[in-house]
């Protein structure tokens, strides 16, 4: 498709463009609230397509429509757009018809369509060179750019990015300058040139720090964090994606840009087998995606997700999550993801030795993988053919001496068939005559076996069926309990707020805490095979580091976790839990008050028949005549009981450190 349009129509129609715009926006505001009080942007701007004819505005208004359902919905936003630009086409408006094609080739790029993105990328360059539109110059060449890069063409990439960056520099365009640099600096990364796209990346933190611009600060931070993290520097990398995270909180760009950071921070945490942690960045990566309705990233969040769930071995959550991916890719055409998922599915049945399922799925991916590998390569594809096109005449006629050779050795090769046909033929009627009387004996056995085999099985079946059923009711009475704990829990957070005593507030508070640690528990318990016994590091890991993420001072803390991996019953468990929970946050409100550092220390240990636990911290020391017995403090009383309630001993040391020592019996393993 191309566009002509002569220079006097091109200026007329702007300002007829602008005028009826402005028109549009007076009358909106003139209509009466009860139209339009109550519709949404969308259903506002449906209803003035509704009512006008004319071809600018409908233009304005679908290429509107298609802006606020990119994210959510790329197939509407592209039947919007494509609207916009038939509208922009039959007013004759050239910018228009540049802007819609830029947002095609847009949503194209969303969805992975490489191909179709570079196609209408390269007609909106067309006519933007056409206007000498150099600000749209630049802004197509940074989007071919960024096409190019995920094709991992990027001698082409940085081409156009260079293209970018040049018009850029000339328009004096600080944000746009910074932006082309640090995708500059993502070239060099591919490349493994990482000390040059370290020096492109901090002059795009410069630029943006001198126009104040913190949303592009945010996207330079990340842009070096992803540079530590090809590098293998863990610790570096960590660090920058939290300053980018930061930023973006600044700027109030919660949504899709932290998603990405926090994915990132999960992919650090992923490569160290590192998976609760993971698995926490990655929930809160899906809930900021979600947060702005993008269903690319939420979609992404999903999938490392599905994946770190089946590295835990947590199979029923990796399925769930690996399902949800499947029919969101499906829908919305996401083909990488598609193969991904497939896959992961492909391991998974492999892991259970169903093979078949196995196998189907690994077919899938595959399939999508070289339909995929055909998109990017289609034009290397063409070259090829007119090359094979040049060399068929010559392989043809070297084909043709090749056959009269083939000929000869045919017709000798069938005459020795022959002949030992007939020998064969002989033996194997021979053989065939024993294996008849012993067939038949065969299958009187077989016959026999088969119905012995048979019953057998059905009544395994019937085994196996009585115990998923056992299984599932016991999984899904802890399900409706981790339920009813969490509404306790959200009650009791409502409540807290609608007070205005501190103490009641602070009190109810803690009470949600207490509630939130058994809820966890029930959590762990409903996605465990064993819903009798659980994990003691897998519980007291998670929950310890879900508390201290809780408290403003938790970069004061340092935490050292010593707890041996043993199975404790589920009435054990829920009780120290608790009792952790008290003691953890005891040390943080009143140990490590301001800017005072130091530790807590966490160790869990069994010694033949007894089980201990000692907290220790270095934090503010308690009074020189503080006596449990005379204590006022609840936590502290609360924690007595639960030791008698386990029939254990219960010790507080106050020399260089408060420690908390508990010893209790254990018993037996259900």
Not at 273 to 288: G, M, P, T
Not at 444 to 473: P, V
Request: glycine share 4%.
């Amino acid at each position: 498709m191309r566009y002509h349009f002569s220079n006097s129509l091109y200026y007329f129609h702007i300002f007829r463009q602008y005028f009826k715009m402005i028109l549009s926006v007076f009358v909106f505001l003139m209509v009466p609230f009860s139209l339009f009080g109550a519709l949404s942007e969308i259903d506002s701007l449906q209803q003035l397509i509704m009512e006008t004819s004319d071809d600018s505005l409908l233009g304005e208004y679908y290429l509107r429509l298609s802006v606020l359902t990119d994210e959510t919905e790329p197939e509407a936003s592209i039947t919007f757009i494509k609207e916009a630009l038939y509208h922009f086409t039959q007013a004759e408006f050239p910018l228009g018809c540049a802007r819609a094609l830029n947002g095609i080739g847009y949503n194209y790029w969303l969805m992975g369509h490489y191909t179709e993105a570079i196609n209408y990328y390269t007609e909106a360059l067309e006519i933007y060179e056409s206007l000498n539109d150099q600000s749209g110059i630049a802004r197509v060449a940074n989007n071919l750019g960024a096409i190019y890069w995920g094709l991992n063409n990027y001698n082409k990439a940085l081409e156009y990015y260079q293209m970018s960056l040049e018009i850029r520099q000339a328009l004096n365009d600080h944000k746009g300058i910074a932006i082309v640099l640090n995708n500059i600096g993502l070239v060099y990364q591919a490349w493994n040139f990482f000390d040059q796209a370290l020096e492109y990346h901090h002059q795009a933190v410069a630029i943006a720090e001198s126009i104040n611009d913190l949303e592009t600060m945010a996207y330079s931070y990340y842009t070096i964090g992803l540079c530590f993290d090809a590098q293998k520097q863990i610790d570096k990398a960590l660090e920058y994606y939290r300053i980018a995270y930061d930023g973006y909180l600044k700027a109030g760009k919660t949504g899709g840009a932290t998603s990405i950071v926090l994915r990132g921070i999960g992919d650090l945490f992923y490569q160290g087998n590192q998976y609760e942690e993971a698995l926490y960045y990655y929930r809160k990566a899906l809930s900021d995606a979600l947060l702005e309705g993008n269903i690319f990233r939420a979609t992404h969040a999903r999938l490392c997700m599905a994946k770190t769930f089946f590295a835990l071995d947590i199979a029923d959550s990796a399925r769930y999550y690996s399902q949800i991916v499947l029919e969101t890719a499906q829908s919305q055409k996401y083909d990488q993801f598609q193969r991904d998922v497939f896959y992961l599915l492909a391991d998974m049945e492999a892991l259970e030795e169903n093979y078949k399922e196995a196998l189907t799925y690994f077919k899938m991916a595959t399939a999508i993988q070289d339909s995929i590998f055909n998109k990017e390569k289609g034009l290397q594809f063409i070259e090829l053919q007119i090359q094979y096109n040049l060399d068929k005449k010559e392989r043809e006629n070297e084909i043709l001496r090749k056959d009269n050779e083939i000929q000869m050795l045919r017709i000798h090769r069938e005459k020795i068939i022959r002949n030992s046909l007939i020998g064969s033929t002989l033996l194997i009627l021979i053989v065939l005559g024993i294996l008849y009387q012993q067939g038949r004996h065969l299958k009187q056995l077989n016959k026999a076996m088969a119905l012995e085999i048979q019953e057998r099985k059905a009544a395994e079946a019937q085994i196996a069926s009585l115990l998923k059923e056992k299984e599932l009711l016991l999984k899904e009475v802890h399900h409706r309990i981790k339920n009813n704990l969490n509404t306790i829990q959200s009650l009791l957070s409502l409540q807290a707020k609608s007070l205005s005593d501190p103490h009641a507030k602070e009190a109810l508070k803690e009470a949600s805490s207490r509630v939130q640690t058994m809820s966890l528990l029930y959590d762990r318990l409903y996605r465990s095979e064993n819903v009798q016994t659980y994990s003691t590091h897998a519980y007291f890991s998670s929950l310890i580091q879900e508390l201290i993420h809780v408290f403003p001072n938790r970069d004061q803390v340092t935490l050292k976790m010593e707890i041996e991996d043993f199975k404790l019953p589920v009435t054990n468990l829920s009780t120290l839990g608790i009792i952790l929970t008290e003691l953890i946050t005891n040390a943080m409100k009143y140990g490590f008050p301001e800017d005072r550092k130091g530790f807590i220390r966490v160790q869990l240990y069994q010694r033949e028949d007894k089980i201990i636990l000692k907290l220790c911290n270095n934090g503010a020391a308690f009074p020189k005549d503080f006596s449990l017995d005379k204590s006022n403090g609840f936590g502290l009383q609360l924690v007595s009981m639960l030791v008698q309630e386990l029939k254990g001993t219960f010790k507080i040391h106050t020399d260089e450190e408060v420690c908390f020592d508990i010893e209790f019996p254990k018993q037996g393993d259900k």
